[in-house]
Nanobody, 114 residues
Framework: QVQLVDSGGGLVQPGGSLRLSCAAS????????LHWYRQVPGKERELFAA????????NYADSVKGRFTISRDDAKNTVYLQMSSLKPEDTAVYYC???????WGQGTQVTVSS
C-alpha cells in the first residue's frame, strides 16, 4: 500500500520539544524529496521544511529556522522533524508530503500550550 503515516504529535508546553515521524511504504522513498507542511483552521497549508532526496540539502521557512530540523533515514523509509523551543503559534496539524508521488500523510496534531 502506497502511503505516508505521520506520528509523534501531542500536547507540549511552550519552550518544549517534540519529534515527529513520517513513515513511508509502497514507493521508492529514497528518490523523493520530502516536505513538512502545517495547517491551522481557516488558513492554507504552509510549507515550512524540506529535505532533498539525498539528504544533503534542507530548507526552512523563517518562522521555524533555527528551531526545527528535518532529517531522513532511508534505511527506515522515515522522515523526521525535530522541533524545539516550541511556541503557541506552532500549534497546527502537521503533514509530511512526497512531491514526486503527490502523496500526503494523514497529519498529526501538535498543540503548544501551558
Amino acid at each position: 500500500q502506497v502511503q505516508l503515516v505521520d506520528s509523534g504529535g501531542g500536547l507540549v508546553q511552550p519552550g518544549g520539544s517534540l519529534r515527529l515521524s513520517c513513515a513511508a511504504s509502497g514507493f521508492t522513498f529514497s528518490r523523493s524529496n520530502l516536505h513538512w507542511y502545517r495547517q491551522v483552521p481557516g488558513k492554507e497549508r504552509e510549507l515550512f521544511a524540506a529535505i532533498s532526496s539525498v539528504g544533503d540539502g534542507t530548507n526552512y521557512a523563517d518562522s521555524v529556522k533555527g528551531r526545527f530540523t528535518i532529517s531522513r533515514d532511508d534505511a527506515k523509509n522515515t522522515v523526521y522533524l525535530q522541533m524545539s523551543s516550541l511556541k503557541p503559534e506552532d500549534t497546527a496539524v502537521y503533514y509530511c508530503y512526497a512531491p514526486r508521488f503527490a502523496l500526503w500523510g494523514q497529519g498529526t496534531q501538535v498543540t503548544v500550550s501551558s
